[in-house]
């Protein structure tokens, strides 16, 4: 099965096939319907970016209960012949602490890949993020939030179906107080919410929601992220992620150098023990349900995380930092065989990490060639177990980027940085689940 083909900022498509106990599926996160809402953040638009190998029809659609105005803005049914751009209306951000019918579906008839832009004009603006969408077949019941800042943390829940029942295990920092419905909450606190079908519900704080869990009767889309992570000029900037289920997560990863990330940020939902190896120094440490385990992190070192369970890993960017951004890490058991990517215009820096074995490095093919030694910005060599990976850190200015390789899976994360603002994403952060 191969997917190609892509003309649009951010678009992703993968090549490889996922074959699972529960039978097949899309590889990674191609598929045939999404579940999106859009967060309250300071763009004035958002945009769903779609990419298919297939020409296919794509159909937008918002809840019959959604204001009527607003409903026809974005209710489409669009040809996509490789890519699209659907402009969404500030509007349909959700508001907070408010349940409303403001999720959106997209269905196609072919498998496409789909992602969220929290600003649909990164080439003027600059204060955008982007997220990978997770299909709704790979959507299910339990998730735990990572968000980082401590003052504008935000996090929102999306139902596909009608009476979803919701459990919010609320972890809120510094013992600060949320209202809701004229009730207070407070750290440690659960708050039960029932959802029906495209309807959204947004939580906000000046404090850090990481260590949330969330569990639901049927399967949710759950969003997390901030509503201003500070830039190097002091302004705003958005970070945006979605989370994948907790039975979706993996145990080992390698985290990238040369990726401007300041913090590493653990989340477990279970009491775990790691293995951290910075260089020739490996450190084994407890990380402890719904707590937040952060690892400082430099601009030339690699990190790789070992854990005895599956953990949820990202990488942030912040405060003085140009290019702030949060990003998920993807685990080696999310890494595949090709991906094809574009690299968004107006961003002078961009940067592509992949994390491949050392014995298979050759093997890669990038824009049909192999990639020269010139083309290559950072390299470096880890160890996991007794398997050597290769790190490579690619410099691409911008445009239609593909990787592959033979046979052996890796993995792929893209960065792009500007003087004030950046974003960053992974290839995929599904692994198979396991029944």
């Known amino acids: 099965m191969i997917y190609t083909d892509i003309d649009v900022n951010y678009g992703i498509v993968l090549d490889d096939s996922s074959e699972t106990q529960c039978g097949r599926e899309h590889a990674g996160t191609l598929g045939s319907e999404f579940l999106i809402l859009i967060m309250r953040n300071i763009a004035p638009s958002s945009s769903i970016f779609i990419t298919t190998e297939n020409s296919t029809t794509v159909n937008i659609s918002t809840s019959e209960n959604l204001q009527s105005n607003l409903k026809s803005s974005i209710d489409q049914e669009t040809f996509v012949n490789s890519a699209a751009n659907i402009v969404l209306p500030q509007e349909i951000q959700c508001n907070f602490f408010r349940k409303e019918p403001k999720g959106i579906l997209v ?6 890949n789909v992602l969220v832009s929290d600003n649909n004009n990164p ?9 990978t ?3 709704v077949e790979k959507l299910d019941t339990s998730y735990i939030i990572s968000s980082f800042d401590p003052s504008t943390s935000h996090f929102a829940v999306a139902a596909s179906e009608d009476d979803t029942n919701i459990t919010i295990s609320l972890k809120i920092s510094n013992n600060v107080a949320i209202s809701i419905f004229g009730s207070t909450y407070r750290d440690m606190d659960t708050f039960v919410l029932s959802l029906d079908r495209l309807e959204t519900f947004q939580f906000r704080a000046g404090a850090d929601f990481s260590g949330t ?6 399967p949710v889309a759950v969003y997390s992220g901030t509503v201003c992570l500070t830039g190097g000029d002091g302004g705003c900037s958005p970070a945006l992620e979605q989370m994948p289920p907790i039975s979706r997560l993996d145990d080992i990863f390698i ?3 040369k990726f401007n990330a300041k913090v590493i940020r653990l989340m477990s939902p279970e009491n775990a023990t790691v293995q951290i190896s910075k260089g020739n120094a490996t450190q084994s440490r407890e990380i402890y349900q719904s707590v937040p385990f952060d690892i400082p992190i430099v601009d030339d070192e690699c990190i790789v995380i070992e854990s005895e369970s599956s953990i949820l890993v990202t990488m942030v960017a912040f405060e003085l930092t140009p290019g702030p951004f949060i990003a998920t890490v993807p685990g080696i058991n999310q890494y595949l065989t ?3 990517v574009f690299v968004a215009e107006g961003y002078p820096i961009s940067f592509v990490a992949i994390m491949i074995e050392t014995e298979a490095k050759n093997c890669l093919v990038l824009n049909n060639q192999p990639i020269m030694t010139n083309a290559i910005f950072h390299e470096k060599q880890v160890l996991v177990g007794c398997i050597s990976y290769t790190l490579m850190i690619v410099e691409f200015k911008d445009g239609e980027l593909i990787v592959e390789s033979e046979k052996t899976p890796f993995g792929l994360m893209v960065y792009g940085q500007n003087t004030f603002d950046g974003h960053g994403f992974a290839g995929n952060v599904i692994s198979s689940l396991l029944c």
């Open 123 to 131: 080439l003027i603006e600059f204060r955008v993020d982007t997220t």
């Open 133 to 135: 969408v997770i299909p």
């Open 338 to 340: 090709r991906y094809k």
């Open 255 to 257: 985290v990238p150098p």
């Open 213 to 218: 869990r969330i569990d639901s009767n049927k």
């Open 107 to 112: 269905r196609s008839q072919e498998p496409i």
